[in-house]
């Protein structure tokens, strides 16, 4: 095991390379650099032409790449044009909002896939289960950005269940009660939107699982040495087809942040995908460059994590 | 029915000049169709629409629904505006109409495009093998990984000279991954069959048995693929002009009348302008759906129903 996870960990260097090239690539296509944030009638521009040597930004493109991963590696990734300071600060305000919000929904999604796909497994064809079934075709069908549309149409405007916009109440003292409350609330109804619809995979999944191992010899013989259904289903079953799921927890990530991006504008959510959008749109293309590169980042790390879990949970994907 | 009983019926009841030919690919889909209530109504249904969509939109002028009408912003729909207009005082559903053509149009062409990028690198990586399939994946992987979302939304932003054309390319460009990942599973199994070896020893090209022998045996799963990609691409532009990324301002799509929603004013008082284009969006995926999962159970003579 501890073979493959090595041989694993050293496909995932040249990934984040060439992403890091990619994105390198795409930054440089960017109208703008650096220095955008700091211009100012007030500075001629000979002194942002020398500012741009001593930056070393009339190098070969090697060596400001290479400066520029050592900046990256460190944290370092300029100024933003618009808020006039730091872009690791500004997005790692952002970062813990959508933490929070994935966090939620990964909650959702399994509170809610686990329980849906083993009863259409179990049941499977009933009644119950066409249900669910049905469900899962509708599921599949809808984009998040048009269901998260109607429930926030519904539950945030129509009814008034649920705030609108923002992450939490303004005039709370942070740390208290009802701050905590007040965050979980405003997360509740974006959470469920993309648990919602992102839960389809895992209930199709766990069904055709559960019905493809219910047929196995091992269950037969749980059967023929008289264990009761349940566990039956608790035990053998359940443990069989569950761990799988576990395993694409780190794809779900790739999932999460598309997610975040249509939840987070539609809820106006101070989220990294909201301010992703909000970059682009202002031409505040440091942030974009910084932003894009952490997602890429979390997305190769999340496929590693699952081919990781992937790899303990089934040995027989060691072999490769 | 015992298997005498059912030897004895065929030697009876049979005609065997019906056995020369097996049926074709369009008359078992055809077959499945009949025996898919659901996914038949899809299809006249895209078949409706599509006719209607284009046939209109070649009367009216796009450019003067686009154009903005300011004595009639956010009208209420009434027997002059069927939907109602939006802040430009734009007929929604002149739009709406244009919009369908625009989705439906671009959806085709990213699906195509895409397909046809796809499928030739997969079938190349897949019937080669080896180093060249192994080196050709690495570079799928690498593309699979990326927040693509993102990056269409970047090169979106900054493509000069954005037009529909330009827009499709982008997209174009991060979605051929999983049609080729699919294709070259299929093709690395289609390889080893006899008939490739046969026809490679009567002497036959690369080229020649890639193209006109593996292709023609995989077209079933293409075509079902590309049927479910074309739902997934008509989701996906209609999400980024939604966000304001996908069709330039004057060239409407379902997803940017979704857009307006982004104003709460209009996402609360103003349905007339969004819930249209949002119904017409699902129900143009589940048609496409139906009528792709009907052509999978064809080409998949386990599933079939009929």
Not at chain 1, 121 to 136: A, E, F, K, P, S
Not at chain 1, 149 to 164: D, E, I, M, R
């Amino acid at each position: 095991m501890w073979k493959f996870i090595v041989r694993r960990l050293i496909i995932t260097m040249p990934q984040i390379v060439v992403l890091s090239l990619f994105v390198f690539i795409l930054a440089s296509l960017m109208p703008g650099d650096a220095l955008s944030g700091q211009i100012d009638p007030n500075i001629s521009r000979d002194a942002i032409d020398e500012m741009r040597e001593r930056l070393g930004m009339n190098d070969p493109w090697y060596i400001q790449y290479k400066d520029w991963v050592v900046g990256a590696v460190q944290g370092d990734f300029g100024d933003s044009f618009r808020f006039k300071m730091p872009v690791t600060d500004l997005i790692w305000g952002r970062i813990i909002n959508t933490f929070w919000l994935s966090l939620v929904s990964v909650i959702f999604i399994y509170a809610i896939g686990l329980p849906l796909g083993i009863i259409s497994g179990r049941y499977n064809d009933r009644l119950i289960d066409q249900v669910i079934t049905g469900y899962t075709y509708l599921g599949f069908a809808t984009p998040l950005f048009i269901f998260a549309l109607v429930t926030l149409w519904v539950f945030g405007f129509h009814f008034g269940w649920f705030p609108t916009g923002g992450s939490v109440a303004p005039g709370l003292e942070p740390g208290s009660m009802e701050y905590i409350l007040s965050k979980l609330h405003h997360l509740l109804l974006p959470g469920l939107s993309i648990a919602l619809i992102g839960v389809v995979g895992t209930v199709q999944y766990l069904r055709s699982e559960i019905i493809d191992t219910k047929q196995k010899d091992f269950i037969l013989l749980a059967r023929a040495k008289g264990a009761p259904e349940s566990r039956v289903y608790n035990r053998h079953i359940f443990r069989n087809s569950v761990l799988p799921i576990a395993a694409f927890f780190g794809y779900e990530i790739t999932m999460l942040i598309s997610g975040s991006v249509f939840v987070e504008r539609i809820y106006s959510y101070p989220g990294m995908g909201n301010l992703f959008i909000e970059s682009i749109l202002l031409r505040d293309y440091s942030v974009v460059t910084a932003l894009v590169l952490l997602f890429g980042l979390a997305a190769i790390i999340g496929a590693l994590l699952s081919d990781i879990i992937l790899s303990i949970v089934d040995p027989r994907i060691r072999i490769k | 029915m015992s298997n005498k009983n059912n030897a004895q019926e065929v030697e009876e009841t049979v005609d065997f000049d019906k056995f020369d030919k097996s049926p074709s690919g369009f008359k078992i889909f055809w077959k499945e169709l009949l025996k898919d209530k659901l996914a038949l109504f899809s299809l006249i249904f895209l078949v409706l629409i599509t006719a209607f969509v284009f046939g209109i939109s070649w009367i009216l002028d796009q450019d003067e629904i686009v154009t903005v009408d300011l004595f009639a912003i956010y009208e209420p729909p009434s027997s002059e505006f069927w939907l109602g207009t939006d802040y430009g005082g734009r007929d929604i559903f002149g739009q709406l109409i244009i919009g369908t053509r625009n989705s439906l149009l671009i959806g085709i062409l990213v699906t195509v495009m895409s397909g046809f990028i796809g499928i030739v690198f997969g079938v190349v990586a897949g019937y080669f093998g080896g180093h060249i399939d192994n080196v050709m994946m690495r570079i799928v992987d690498f593309f699979m990984v990326l927040p693509n979302l993102m990056i269409i939304i970047v090169f979106v932003a900054i493509v000069p000279k954005y037009s529909v054309w330009s827009f499709s390319l982008v997209m174009t460009a991060f979605l051929w991954m999983g049609i080729a990942r699919l294709i070259r599973s299929r093709a690395l199994q289609e390889k080893e069959l006899d008939y490739v070896q046969a026809s490679r020893t009567l002497g036959s090209s690369h080229t020649k048995i890639i193209f006109t022998q593996v292709l023609p045996n995989i077209t079933s799963l293409i075509v079902v693929t590309m049927t479910l990609n074309l739902a997934a691409n008509i989701g996906l532009e209609s999400g980024l002009s939604f966000l304001g990324f996908g069709f330039p301002e004057d060239t409407p799509s379902l997803g940017t009348l979704l857009g307006y929603a982004t104003n709460p004013q209009t996402l609360e008082f103003r349905w007339w302008i969004w819930v249209p284009a949002a119904v017409l969006i699902l129900i143009l995926m589940l048609a496409v759906r139906n009528v792709g999962e009907a052509l999978k159970r064809a080409a998949d003579a386990r599933q079939r129903r009929a």
